[in-house]
């Protein structure tokens, strides 16, 4: 609700890196630390930048149903996140952070879009488990992610260990793929053109979305 105070994001994603840092393994940790870098290295999986007209599409939603892109922008601004899955800590805080504001997004007349590439049943769980009210979109074989320029495949050595710690990829999006998107939010106009964008190869740092409604605020 408008005027209420919550954490902020970024504080939370802190503690679960803060904790992760003192639960795990040092190697793993190492694991994770590495493959951020040589993909921030890699100059690949950059995403799109503000002033790029966003790439349309059409996905299904937890509940089965074809929504698209076009169609939301239609109605007013959309805000569209990716996220990994429901698997991962940092994303579910980002959700939930988004679920509560979702009252002040709606009176900016505004949209949020979650897509990850979780099966359709996965994202229905992740949709019951946090009681959302927005759209989860299911980008199986990360498709869309690919027009955003946002996909990348995790790295062999970390297979084992991402099954290890139960999030085995193949299993929640149904491919052996192993690929995800990396994280990102963008905030489209009325005109479908991005005029703000978010994209972070670390995926434990996310955009504040107090800054995503004031930015919606001003459009």
Known sequence: ????????????????????????????IAAFERSISELRESGTAKGLTVGVQAPD???ANQEGNNISLSEEIAKGPVILTFYRGDWCPFCNLEIKAYQRIMDS?????????????????????DQQKNELNFHVLSDI????????????????N??????????????FNGDDSWELPVP???????????SA???NPDYRTRMEPA?????????
């Open 57 to 59: 599409f059409m996905l």
């Open 105 to 125: 997004i709606h009176a900016a007349g505004a949209q949020l879009l979650a897509i990850s590439p979780l099966t359709p049943d996965n994202s229905l769980a």
């Open 141 to 156: 074989g990360n498709r869309v992610a690919k027009k955003y320029n946002l996909k990348f495949k995790l790295p062999d």
């Open 211 to 219: 800054e995503v409604l004031n930015i919606l605020r001003s459009l």
């Open 197 to 199: 964008a978010s994209v």
């Open 1 to 28: 609700m408008e005027g209420l105070q919550y954490p902020k994001l970024q504080d939370e994603l802190a503690a679960v890196t803060k904790h992760g840092l003192e639960a795990l393994p040092k190697e793993v």
């Open 184 to 194: 990102a939010t963008y905030i489209i106009d009325k005109q479908g053109m991005i």
């Open 158 to 171: 970390l297979h084992q260990i991402y099954s290890s710690l139960g999030f085995a990829l193949d299993k």
